[in-house]
Structures are given as C-alpha cells and as structure tokens.
C-alpha cells in the first residue's frame, strides 16, 4: 500500500508531479502567447538592442529615455542594476527590445556572478549592441568584456554619456579615443539625462534592425511582471537612504500583492545578511523603516495609478548573497 502511495506521487515521466503553486499576478501587459500570433506588415523589422558598460556610466537612463518610461531605477550610487530588464517599444513597422544590464566588473561574491551572467547572455543575443561609456573613462571596468565586444560582428554604438559635464573638447578627444580602439563602432557623444542625441539615436537603430517578426506582442513594455518594479522600487528607496553597504546587502522580496478595485495591498520584506544590517535598516524606534516605507509607497501610488497599502518588514537571511539556492529564487540564476 504504501508503495502505491509512493508511485500515484509521480509522473508518467518518473519525477515527482509539481506542486500546486498559487498564481503569480501578472502586469496587464504580460502575456505568453507565441510571436505567430501577431499580425505584422511585410518588411517587418525587429530585434534586440541590448545596453551593457560600466556601473554608473547612464545605461539605465538611457534606457528609459529610449522607452519613455521608467522602467529602470536609477541612482548616483554604483550598481544599482541587478537583473536584466527589457523595455520594448513599439511601431507599426518595427519593434525594438532594449535590455538593460547590471554594469560589468569582476565579481566579488556569487550575487555579482548573477549579475554578470546577465551581461553574458545579452552579449550572446544581441542584434545590435550599445556599450555605454561617459567622459571619465578610458577603457571599460571589465576589460574581457571589451575584448568581447571588440570581436563582434553585430552593429556597435559606442555611446559617450554625461557630454553635458564636459566640454565639447572632451567629448571630441573621447570619441577619437574610442574611434581608434574600435574602429567599426559607430561612436557618438550624448546625454541621457538631458536627451541630447537621443532621438538621433533611435533613427540610426531602427536603420540597423533585421527583418524579422516582432518577439513580443505589441502592446506590450517590458518582459517583467508588476511585482518585479515594486521590489526596484523599495530597493531604489534603500540606495537613498542608507549608506555604505547597506544597499549592497539587501534584497526585496514581494511576499504578498493583492490587487482590490480602490487599493494595492503589498507585503514585502527587506533581507538583509546579517543581524547588525538589520538594526540600521530599521534604525533608531524604527525611524529609517518608516522613511523607506513611506517614499516607497508614494512612489508606488504614482506607479500603479491606485492606492497603496504597503506593509514593509526586515528580516534577516543569512548570507544570502552567497548562497546559490536563494539567489535562485531571488531569480538571478535559472
Ligand atoms: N550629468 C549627467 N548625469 C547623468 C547622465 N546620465 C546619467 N546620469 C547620472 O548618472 C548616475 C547613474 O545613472 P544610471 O542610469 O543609474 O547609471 P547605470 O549604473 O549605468 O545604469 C545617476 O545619478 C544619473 O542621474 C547624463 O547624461 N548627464
Ligand atoms: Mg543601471
């Protein structure tokens, strides 16, 4: 009998079946029907546009300029991109999706190696490549990663960014620099934050797209569900308030997301790694908590269009950014 038991556990194939997991809510947007579904016009072009360079250099305010939304948290603070978050915009003739990526170093713990895994694979699948730099730097922070980049045979820009801190000399002797260490890149000074050259910018990408059906369907943003911008959101908050390496150790994690017709009521928990992270996080008669909880929620309201109830704890999770188990679930590795 009880091995019965044991065998109506698994499946045909002989792995076990499956648990039954709740339902993930998904952004209005989201949707996971195949690209032959959607209607296009012949000459249809479409592809990926994937945005990699060192850590603070604008990628992230480049990105959200070219999609028009923020889609990704910005911050003067290094690193503030963990994932690989797509933005796509759409034309009746075109598509284009943009990724935005971690910047590249070499990593120092197992979080960093996620991270830098991103990077990997947008490398690997990009159809047109943007390496953002700005007018600080020679070379860029992961030199393999260069190297990479030197080799291939996809269209590269060579964006040279925050020209509006420098002189028009600089950016000149920037972009000479850049002209000589990759000759086939087509190198250009701009400023995401100030959206100069950008719309220039886009005309030339959309000229480098292959023919090619769009991946997503058209009404869609971004390949990330809406849970997903809740925790960048609290996290943005995090970079904000707490220095040093505080924003380094902590992680959010949306445990509850229910959607009412007037209200959002969001718990979420902010892992820190160790229990003296913890008290800072939650600061003195919990001041610091309630500040972060506070922007967060303002923020979120203006995000999502409705109320919010956001109900924000700490805990502490071990070590966490070294363990490969929960930087899984965390999703930074498949
Ligand atoms: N002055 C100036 N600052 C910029 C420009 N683009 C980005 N920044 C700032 O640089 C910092 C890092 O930007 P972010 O987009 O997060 O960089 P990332 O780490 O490469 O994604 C932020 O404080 C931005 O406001 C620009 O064109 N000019
Ligand atoms: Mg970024």
């Known amino acids: ?21 709740p339902p993930m809510p998904l952004s209005a947007n989201m949707s996971n029907e ?14 990926f546009v994937n945005i990699v360079g060192s850590p603070n250099v604008g ?16 911050n003067k603070k290094a690193q503030t991109t963990r994932h690989r978050i797509m933005g796509i915009v759409n034309q009746p ?18 979080l960093q190696e996620g991270m830098m895994k991103f990077v990997k694979t947008a490398l690997q ?11 600080y730097e020679y070379g860029i922070a992961h030199e393999a990663t260069f190297e990479k980049i030197a080799k291939m045979e996809i269209p590269v820009f060579i964006l040279i960014n925050k020209v509006d801190l420098e002189g028009q000399d600089v950016a000149m002797e920037r972009a000479e620099y850049w002209k000589k260490r990759m000759p086939n890149a087509h190198v250009a000074p701009i400023s995401a934050l100030h959206n100069f050259n950008v719309d220039t910018l886009l005309e030339s990408i959309v000229e480098k797209l292959p023919l090619a059906p769009p991946f997503f369907p058209k009404d869609e943003l971004t390949d990330k569900p809406l849970r997903f911008f809740v925790s960048e959101i609290v996290r943005e908050k995090i970079l904000t308030h707490y220095k040093q390496e505080i924003p380094y150790s902590c992680e959010v994690v949306v445990e509850e997301f229910i959607d009412e017709p007037t209200i ?22 919990g001041r610091m908590i309630k500040r972060v909880g506070t922007d967060s929620r303002k923020e979120l309201e203006s995000f999502l269009g409705k109320k919010v109830f956001l109900d924000l704890y700490v805990r502490v999770d071990k070590d966490w950014r070294n363990d490969e188990g929960k930087l899984k679930r965390f999703g930074y590795f498949d």
């Open 59 to 74: 990628k992230s305010t480049l990105m959200n300029k070219l999609v028009g939304e923020n889609i990704s948290i910005i």
């Open 93 to 110: 003739d075109w598509q284009i999706v943009y990724s935005d990526t971690p910047g590249v170093l070499d990593p120092a713990y197992k």
């Open 34 to 47: 195949a690209s032959t579904a959607i209607d296009y016009p012949e000459g249809h072009r479409a592809g």
């Open 125 to 135: 699948d990009a159809d047109v490549l943007i390496l953002v730099t700005d007018v």
């Open 1 to 21: 009998m009880k091995d019965k038991e044991k065998e109506s556990d698994q499946t045909s194939s002989g792995l076990p079946e499956m648990p039954n997991l």
């Open 264 to 285: 959002f009521k969001i718990r979420a928990e902010i892992r820190v790694a160790r229990e003296s992270q913890k008290y800072i996080v939650v600061g003195a008669g």
